[in-house]
């Protein structure tokens, strides 16, 4: 069993930044990878970004060129940094961990971007 817990949501303003972490309950190491998704009212759950297990990041079209995914193997969590951030960009923030055939979620933090 893996635990997430994402942090480092709330409300900014457009043009904005935040960056999210997402704190895991065992080593990342052993974790194939790790992502970030996000889940607007009335929408799917939607993928933002991934990095694997050796570092190797890829992005949404969506978002590329203004969210980074990072991870502190020590720290045992992973980042994404967003910038420029536009009001479409409200939603719930999830993080996901894959390990073997299993996926596994945090709660999520919401982000809600507004003048």
């Known amino acids: 069993q893996v635990q997430l817990v994402e942090s480092g949501g709330g409300l900014v303003q457009p043009g904005g930044s935040l960056r999210l972490s997402c704190g895991a309950s065992?080593?990342?190491?052993?974790?194939?990878?790790m992502g970030w998704y996000r889940q607007a009212p009335g929408k799917e759950r939607e993928f933002l970004a991934a990095?694997?297990?050796?570092?190797?990041?890829n992005y949404a079209d969506s978002v590329k060129g203004r969210f980074t995914i990072s991870r502190d193997n020590a720290k045992n969590t992973v980042y994404l940094q967003m910038n420029n951030l536009k009001p479409e960009d409200t939603a719930v923030y999830y993080c996901?961990?894959?390990?073997?055939?299993?996926?596994?979620w945090g709660q999520g933090t919401q982000v809600t971007v507004s003048s």
């Open positions: 996901k961990a894959t390990r073997l055939a299993y996926n596994y």
């Open positions: 065992i080593s990342i190491f052993g974790l194939n990878a």
């Open positions: 990095i694997t297990s050796g570092g190797s990041p």
